[in-house]
């Protein structure tokens, strides 16, 4: 009996192989789930407005403070795949450190991140700007808009890194890239995939 129940699973389509498999399967499928009825449950106990788009929302929280610019990437990381939410200073214990939440729309994943914006066109503004952002948060979104050189760029990413940062969003020419410290630092990695 034991030989056949193992022989079925061999021909699943859904490629469940052993219980570990399965509780793998539920689990992915279970969890973004929960992570959205905690989003939900959020959103249920506080006062908001939202800004409804095609690809997610933006959600300010009651209280909540953000500029125009932030409010720009906000718009640009929806179109992204993400819901943002500006939070306010209560919600963050202490004082506000970050900029905003971002939850990815398929796995609800939350991610504490800090906005910064690049009008210069030097490797120091680059670094001026993640190093100053660090601080805040552990992600850093990063919309690039100047005309910056690609070399002058992965200069200023790579000085500014620092063990605080653990990735880097980064906007550049309309494309969104999601550079950790690995592939900021691998030999030619930025240099290729930088468009």
């Known amino acids: 009996m034991k030989k056949e129940w193992r022989k079925t699973f061999d021909f699943d389509p859904a490629e469940i192989r052993t219980f570990t498999d399965l509780i793998d399967k539920l689990s992915k499928k279970a969890v973004p789930e929960v992570r959205k009825k905690g989003f939900e449950n959020y959103l249920k106990y506080n ?5 409804e788009y095609k690809e997610g929302n933006i959600y300010v929280i009651q ?9 720009h990437i906000a718009e640009k990381l929806v179109k992204a795949g993400y819901h943002v939410l500006f939070p306010n200073e209560g919600d963050l214990g202490g004082g506000r450190k970050n900029d905003l939440y971002l939850y990815d729309t398929k796995t609800y994943i939350q991610t504490k991140a800090e906005l910064k914006s ?3 066109n030097t490797a120091q503004s680059v670094r001026s700007n993640l190093i100053s952002g660090s601080g805040q948060a552990s992600v850093i979104v990063y919309d690039i808009q100047s005309n910056i050189k690609k070399n002058w760029l992965i200069a200023g990413l790579r000085s500014g890194w620092s063990e605080e940062i653990k990735r880097v969003m980064l906007n550049w020419h309309g494309q969104w890239y999601e550079i950790n410290k690995e592939f900021a630092f691998k030999k030619g990695w930025l240099e290729y995939h930088l468009k």
């Open 118 to 120: 690049l009008f210069g």
């Open 63 to 71: 209280g909540a403070k953000y500029n125009e610019s932030e409010f």
């Open 47 to 51: 006062k908001y407005k939202v800004f």
